[in-house]
Each structure stands twice: as C-alpha cells, then as structure tokens.
Antibody
Framework: EVQLVESGGGLVKPGGSLRLSCVVSGFTFSNYSMNWVRQAPGKGLEWVSSISSSGTYIFYTDSLKGRFSISRDNPRNSLYLQMNSLRAEDTAIYYC????????WGQGTLVTVSS | IVMTQSPLSLPVTPGEPASISCRSSLSLLHSNGNNYLHWYLQKPGQSPQLLIYLGSNRASGVPDRFSGSGSGTDFTLTISRVEADDVGVYYCMQALQTPQIAFGPGTKVVIK
C-alpha cells in the first residue's frame, strides 16, 4: 500500500524556519519525482515545489523568492522542505504528493506562522 | 499558465449528470499527443485524490461514472450519475510546464 506521511509542521514566529519531512512506503521512492503542495485555510491548492527522482531537477513556484528548499534522501525514502524567513501568508497545510501526476498524497502537516 | 474553472459552485441532484469545465491560458497538448491536465477531488476534511490523469484516463479505483474529455485549452470533467459521496471540491491542474504547475480555483459540488 502506498503511504506518504508528512511531519514537522507547527507554530512558528514570522521570520522563523521549519523543516518538513515526508516519509513514504509501499513503492520504490527513487523511481518517482515528488512534489509539495500547500493549502491556506479555506483556500485552494497551490503548487510549491517539485524534485526529480534523482534530485537533479528542482523547481519552485515563483512567489517563494528563494525562501524554500526541496530535497530528498532516496535511501531513507524521505522528502524534505526547508522553509526559511516564514511569513504569515505561508500558513497552510502542506502536502507531499507523488509523481508528475500527483497520484498519491499524504494527509498533510499544518504550518502556522504567527507571533 | 492561468487555469480557470466553471462553475465555481455546482448544486447537483443525486442520480443526475454533472459537468465541470476547466480552461487553460495555454495549450496543454504535448508533442507526444498527451494533454497534461489532471483532475482531483478533495472530499471534506480529506487530502486531494487523483481522479483523471492526462485529460481522459481514470486513475486506479475511480468509478466509471467519472470521465474526462477535451484537448488543448478546454477540458471537461463529467459525472454521469452523481452520488452523495461525490461532494467536495474538484480541481484541475496543468502539469505541462513543470516550473509553472498550476491548479484551477476549484469547483465546489454540493447536493441540492
């Protein structure tokens, strides 16, 4: 069974940092590109970042302006999102999703940026 | 790429058909013949789930009452006979241009 489990969310002050993790099981992680998607409270889905299966190719939504960094550790079946200089508008549920078609999603982890 | 959906809210009657339109500001048709347009359903309180990939292919386990059609810039998701379990928000997403992956605003389906 394919599973994706996010963790690392929480309450952080503006300007702070967080590192999200997504641990997967049930498939060969190193064969798939991976993605982060976020959803602000009561809002729609927003693509954040994608990384190729080997980690060679990395893409971000333009609005992040270099504050976030995606990475992966294939032997550990893990995907990461390092988030720096956090702002109130980064408050959202963050989902990891598998493959270019986003065919499987995790349950999400809530990030709240507030003083 | 800008994605638009209509309607944004769709009251439906169980047993009746329903359709949602999705439009892209640029063609999503790749030279390989695939349309890089996917459809997702986010049921209340749940994560999104893939319904249709590459414009018209049902994802594994998706009931055959769901179908996708269209090409280029205009796409449609059709539910042949709506069931109560189909309520939620439906999103289209373009995946042709990876640095600019974009979701539509979502269409909220509710039971009349």
């Amino acid at each position: 069974e394919v599973q994706l489990v996010e963790s690392g969310g929480g309450l952080v002050k503006p300007g702070g940092s967080l590192r999200l993790s997504c641990v997967v099981s049930g498939f060969t992680f190193s064969n798939y590109s991976m993605n982060w998607v976020r959803q602000a409270p009561g809002k729609g889905l927003e693509w954040v970042s994608s990384i190729s299966s080997s980690g060679t190719y990395i893409f971000y939504t333009d609005s992040l302006k270099g504050r976030f960094s995606i990475s992966r550790d294939n032997p550990r079946n893990s995907l990461y999102l390092q988030m720096n200089s956090l702002r109130a508008e980064d408050t959202a549920i963050y989902y990891c999703a598998r493959s270019r078609s986003f065919d499987f999603w995790g349950q999400g982890t809530l990030v709240t940026v507030s003083s | 790429i800008v994605m638009t959906q209509s309607p944004l809210s769709l009251p439906v009657t169980p047993g009746e058909p329903a359709s949602i339109s999705c439009r892209s500001s640029l063609s999503l048709l790749h030279s390989n013949g695939n349309n890089y347009l996917h459809w997702y359903l986010q049921k209340p309180g749940q994560s999104p789930q893939l319904l249709i990939y590459l414009g018209s292919n049902r994802a594994s386990g998706v009931p055959d009452r769901f179908s996708g059609s269209g090409s280029g810039t205009d796409f449609t998701l059709t539910i042949s006979r709506v069931e109560a379990d189909d309520v939620g928000v439906y999103y289209c997403m373009q995946a042709l241009q990876t640095p600019q992956i974009a979701f539509g605003p979502g269409t909220k389906v509710v039971i009349k």
